[in-house]
């Protein structure tokens, strides 16, 4: 309960460790810097490679690369005109396709670092599709929706806390908040993204698509596959920290006016 309070203290009211949302403008809790988690990013991202395996399908694999780059771009020009490069410092954008024929995932950690698994492909069934997954989770990560979940966690475990006094007091705990925060595949038992941070990845990811030349209308297409597939006896990892319900389509269309003035000036 102690916590708690001092969570909504430190979350609702003071805030002075509040960052603000792009795209959005939202306010987030943010008691972890970027220079803080991106290099613990890219050292698990290195141990998800090292395990892989990549896949050496070269046709999927290019276009996971393809849409990865055209997406980092339009990323590069949105916060370029918003005066917002430098919340890009740090980053080391990568696009890696593992094989994995059992994992529907894809994820983006912070500071860019996306894998795919073979077995989200099908469900993608194009380079639209894959557009629809890339600009999602690449919004996570611009909208730091890893560093917000690894403040939040950091104050419910250890009360008011910074990253460094954290990882002194427990490293294994603050490791395993880690990952959980930054949602990539592991046996802990995963974190749901919340829907206020799947309706902001949505409406971000959208623009994110649109500005790389992909439709944005193929979104709620995509989602409606997912769902389909999500009613067998194992729902796929990626719907499960990504809940998908009837508010997701309304959500999509009611952001989709937005993401179509981005498509239209291609
Ligand atoms: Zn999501």
Not at 66 to 91: C, P
Not at 112 to 140: L, N, Q, R, S, W
Not at 242 to 264: F, G, Q, V, W
């Amino acid at each position: 309960m102690f916590k708690k309070v001092v969570f909504l203290f430190v979350a609702g009211i003071i805030c002075y460790a509040c960052t603000t949302v792009p795209v959005t403008g939202r306010s987030q809790l943010s008691l972890v810097s970027n220079s803080e988690i991106i290099p613990m990013a890219a050292q698990q991202y290195d141990e998800v490679l090292k395990k892989g395996p990549i896949s050496n399908n070269k046709e999927q694999t290019d276009m996971v690369k393809r849409v990865g780059l055209k997406i980092q771009t339009a990323v590069e020009k949105y916060m370029a005109e918003k005066g917002a490069t430098s919340e890009l410092k740090g980053f080391e954008w990568e696009f890696n396709l593992i094989d994995d024929p059992q994992t529907v995932n894809a994820w983006c950690m912070p500071g860019g670092k996306v894998a795919f698994y073979t077995a989200i492909m099908p469900i993608c069934k194009d380079e639209d599709g894959v557009a629809v997954v890339m600009g999602h989770e690449v919004a996570h990560a611009i909208a730091n929706h890893g560093r917000e979940r690894m403040s939040t966690g950091l104050v419910q475990q250890f009360g008011l806390s910074t990253l460094g006094a954290a990882m002194g007091q427990n490293p294994g705990l603050t490791s395993q908040i880690f990952a959980q925060a930054v949602g990539y595949g592991s046996q802990l038992g995963m974190l749901s993204f919340s829907r206020k941070h799947e309706s902001e990845a949505d409406r971000i990811g959208l623009i994110f698509m649109a500005m790389a030349g992909y439709d944005p209308q193929e979104a709620p297409k995509f989602w409606e596959r997912m769902s389909a597939i999500g009613g067998g006896q194992k729902p796929p990892e990626w719907l499960s920290t990504h809940p998908s319900d009837n508010t997701r389509i309304n959500d999509l269309n009611a952001a989709m006016p937005e993401a179509l003035k981005y498509y239209k000036k291609n």
